[in-house]
């Protein structure tokens, strides 16, 4: 892991990012949560996104859109606002913008790892182009992060596998937080009969959702959140309960109302919505990835993990033996938004390695 730097805590951050906007994802959701905290502690933060510019929505995925031809506006953007420290959120079309503006002037900036780009492309290209797939996605990966002065990333195991593959920049580990004002179990909870199995997130193929839906266990389940296979899914699985995006009391009561919480993706490099679970008092049922391993470790309380069966890791974690008040203290222990905003803030500014 990195260390901070002796330089002066930056007054003025600039966060620039592909996912902003009205998108609702793990990664506008932690940098809003950082923003809140360190604009607490009066700093200023701007974000510049997508809607500072002409931009296109992605086909099949009309939530996201993406800036077109960044790259002036976007210099304007950034000197005008003359940041203490910046931070580049997202390896897409205004990440690289960003990159190419600071590797040509040498300003350093800090990056972050919040999607295994490289993984989630080879899953879905045909099977004898995937390994070539992986490599030349994780090239590009490697030369965008291993020019920033040091790298967010949210587990051991990912720091490990961005080892592994060759990024050479220093790390640092960001973990994630709940509202605890929000997200709390039930006192005294009834297990409903068929069991509830709840799954929150985007409804797309990333997700590996219909792993979840296609599940032979005599459940009700339930899906919250929005996509773009979400018209198609519920044509295919009409006896699955698709309630859309929920926020606020609506999510955390979707949590306090199931008896498990399923993880399906094989792709996301952490999952918020797990530990807001756990702190809503459900186990988790989840295949053995970076997000669900480095957050249950090998704790049966927690819930379960599985290599290939998820079937049975959702029968475990039916049967795990931990209170739900057990998983909220354990999870409170460990995760803080304030926290987490102050290893952000501290790391933003530091030593140059190249």
């Known amino acids: 892991m990195g260390g901070t730097s002796t330089a002066p805590m930056p007054k003025r951050v600039l966060i620039i990012s592909d996912a902003w906007g009205g998108q609702i994802n793990g990664v506008v959701r932690t940098y809003q949560n950082i923003i809140a905290a360190l604009e607490e502690r009066n700093v200023d933060v701007r974000v510049i996104g997508p809607e500072d510019f002409r931009r296109i929505a992605l086909p099949f995925y009309k939530e996201i859109e993406l800036a077109i031809l960044p790259a002036r506006p976007l210099r304007r953007l950034i000197e005008d606002y003359a940041p203490d420290a910046i931070h580049i959120a997202v390896e897409g079309p205004l990440g690289w913008a960003a990159w190419r503006y600071c590797t040509a002037r040498g300003v350093p900036f800090t990056t972050a790892f919040h999607t295994d780009f490289a993984r989630y492309i080879a899953l879905r290209v045909p099977k004898f182009l995937s390994s070539f797939a992986e490599r030349s996605v994780t090239a590009v990966l490697r030369k965008f992060h291993n020019a920033s002065t040091c790298v967010f990333v949210a587990t051991a195991r990912i720091e490990q596998q961005l080892r592994d593959s060759g990024f050479t920049a220093p790390m640092v580990r960001l973990l994630r937080g709940v509202d605890y004002d929000l997200f709390y179990p039930v006192p005294d909870p009834k297990r409903a009969e068929p069991p509830r199995l ?23 389940k339930i899906v919250v959140g929005d996509g773009p296979l979400l018209s198609h899914l519920r044509k295919a699985y009409g006896s699955v309960r698709f309630t859309g995006s929920l926020t606020g009391r609506a999510l955390a009561d979707a949590y306090r109302d199931a008896d498990v919480f399923v993880f399906p993706s094989r792709t996301d490099t952490f999952g918020i919505v797990l530990i807001e679970a756990l702190a809503s008092g459900l186990p988790i049922a989840a295949f053995d990835e970076p997000g669900p391993s480095d957050i249950m470790g090998h704790d049966p309380a927690l819930g379960a993990i599985s290599d290939t069966d998820l079937a049975d890791a959702v029968r475990r974690a039916l049967a795990a033996k931990g209170s739900p008040q057990e998983r909220h203290d354990k999870t409170k222990a460990r995760y803080s938004w304030p926290e987490v905003a102050d290893v952000f803030h501290k790391n933003l500014v530091c030593e140059s390695h190249g």
């Open 198 to 220: 709840l799954y929150v997130g985007r409804v797309s193929k990333e997700k590996n959702i219909e792993a979840f839906l296609a599940l032979p266990i005599a459940a009700e």
